[in-house]
């Protein structure tokens, strides 16, 4: 965790970390007396903290920008602190809007190397999922990447597991919360996400920005997992292509009570070797 900058410079990725809240009064964190939810334990140890050490653990990681409301809320968390000191972690205060932020940190973390974003509520984010994640999208020749899980994959290990899943033609899929932005060809789909979210009070038009036969075919269950990122990457402007991760845990972030209840439960079961 005190691993100085200088020798992290030809590490493969920088990392963004998103650590921001849509709601001035987050619900999750308002059950544990916090002001956001980065900052909730899982195991004991602040959300934010633990995502930020595997990051810091990885091979592939190189400078790591934190992206949060504000800077004073994370202090007294000792890796942290000396993360910011040695120059290995960045802060960046959030700007408006999520897709604003994640705008922001990108232009500061992608001027010199691809980078990985990922959110501070995944608490069961582990070195071998940043590690094959990384590993398969620099190898994809694609711009944007994008992993998923199958939901197979998930119920087979956490049946209990609640996770929004999306149904295509070769099966259910859940996100990851894992995005690697390998150019700036990439940042179209950012510039992409805030047009969308001028239009997240009006879901249809935001359906219908991929064009309505293509909904129709998802809605009918005809529509493959290729041909839906072939149909966003011609209407985003860039190569998006997805990282099918084979860990259960990947897909489960803490986004209600039950998901904290069952991250406590995933920290306290003995670990299944990783798949190879």
């Known amino acids: 965790m005190t691993l100085p900058a200088p020798e992290r410079i030809n590490r493969v990725l920088n990392a963004v970390l998103l650590a921001g809240e849509r709601l001035q009064n987050p619900p999750l964190a308002g059950k544990f007396n916090l002001p956001v939810k980065a900052l909730i334990p899982v195991g004991g140890v602040p959300m934010v903290q633990r995502v930020i050490e595997v990051l810091s653990s990885s091979g592939f990681i190189g400078q790591i920008f934190l992206c949060g409301p504000e800077k004073e809320l994370f202090a007294g968390i000792g890796p942290i602190e000396r993360l910011l000191e040695t120059g290995v972690l960045t802060w960046v205060e959030n700007d408006s809007t999520p897709s604003r932020s994640a705008l922001k940190a990108l232009l500061l973390a992608g001027r010199d190397q691809p980078v990985l974003v990922t959110t501070a509520d995944h608490a069961l984010l582990k070195r071998d999922m940043v590690d094959f994640f990384c590993s398969r999208a620099l190898a994809s020749g694609g711009d944007l990447l994008v992993g998923l899980a199958r939901l197979e994959t998930v119920k087979k290990r956490w049946p209990e597991a609640r996770r929004t899943s999306y149904r295509f033609r070769d099966g259910r899929f859940c ?60 209407v985003i402007g860039c190569s998006i292509r997805p990282v099918i991760l084979p860990f259960a845990e990947a897909a489960i972030d803490v986004d209600s009570y039950e998901d904290w209840k069952l991250a406590e439960k995933i920290l306290k079961t003995p670990a299944k070797p990783s798949p190879t």
Do not use: H
Request: charged share 25%.
């Open 175 to 234: 996100s990851c919360n894992l995005f690697g932005f390998l150019n700036k060809k990439s940042l179209d789909a950012v510039k992409f996400w805030q047009k969308v979210e001028k239009k997240r009070k009006n879901p249809l038009k935001i359906v219908g920005a991929f064009g309505w036969f293509w909904v129709l075919r998802y809605i009918s269950g005809t529509l493959s997992l290729e041909q839906a990122f072939n149909r966003a990457s011609r």
